[in-house]
């Protein structure tokens, strides 16, 4: 997606060979007519999967979600995180570790709100180790859901998540797919639209 | 705003007097035409108000502010919680502290996108004690800015919050306000578009 990778080039500083700080446009400020292109570009890539529900997880992948959401007109459910959970009453939860934070939390999801019937497109702003993704997923099976895929806003292909989901045979559609971020420069992962 | 009071009617969980769950709209599940209404409703009331930045706090504050935020054409801005902060350099940093879950975390916002120069519009998803607001207010002070005012998706008005706000002769808009929620009803307080 020509836009969203112009603005990383733009706006994103690259702080070390392995971090991408986007929080100007995406995760602390957010660029609303940058996150309505960026639901209209999922839309358009998943407008065929026959999508019910929209997961993805607090709080930088709520913005884009909202806006696929609106679009392909069906809610969106952000999973909750918390350091641990005790009471787990009629919730779906999933253990996500955090290699950046060196940190485990819990994340849940009301089953009120993801059932069998439902065929769930997740979300995230960013793909990097792909522990979230996979927590996700957990939650997914657990309610016994279809997945339609997965949108992600800005992969980083140098990293392994990428192919441990992949792997799966799951569609992934990252709208930016980061190559190498060496000697302080982006350079992409050239686009072809994944299976 | 009719279309909201119908939906906490609708959906809606009175759990005590105390407690209005909105989990299958607002901050658990989110209905995305429901938020960009929300959004044009504070657009509107605020129109004039010259905001360059809307300033809100995770996560369920962001789903209304990006709608604002998309219609006013200015960035989005979400204060981050956390336990405690160590590393504050650069940051604007307040205590936050949660009756309902009777903790306090740190908020804190980059230095980076609010200045002295941004008039900025508060936007939170709920208004009780008013803690979340007194918080993200004192960060507009350290930064200096201009304070447009404060636009809530729901306030409980027979708590403290709103009052508290309000003397300070701060502009709030709560698009629904709620009177009291005992024996099991949701009763608002009548609506005239507030100072």
Known sequence: MKLLKDKIVKDGKVLSNQVLKVDSFLNHQIDPPLMQAVGEEFATRFKDAGITKILTIESSG?????????????????ARKRKS??????????SVHSFTKNET??????KDFITAQDTVLLI????????AVLGLLDIIEQAGAKLAGVGIVIEKGFQPGG??????????ESLANIASLENGQVTFIEEETSK
Request: proline residues 4%; charged residues 15%.
């Open 62 to 78: 709520i913005a884009p979600s909202m806006m696929a959401g609106l679009i392909l007109g069906v809610p969106v459910i952000f």
């Open 85 to 94: 959970l005790t009471l787990v009453d009629h919730l779906y939860t999933a």
């Open 105 to 110: 939390n819990d994340i849940s999801v009301s």
């Open 124 to 131: 995230d702003d960013f793909l990097a180790n792909g522990q």
């Open 163 to 172: 192919a441990l989901i992949r792997e799966r045979g799951i569609r992934v």
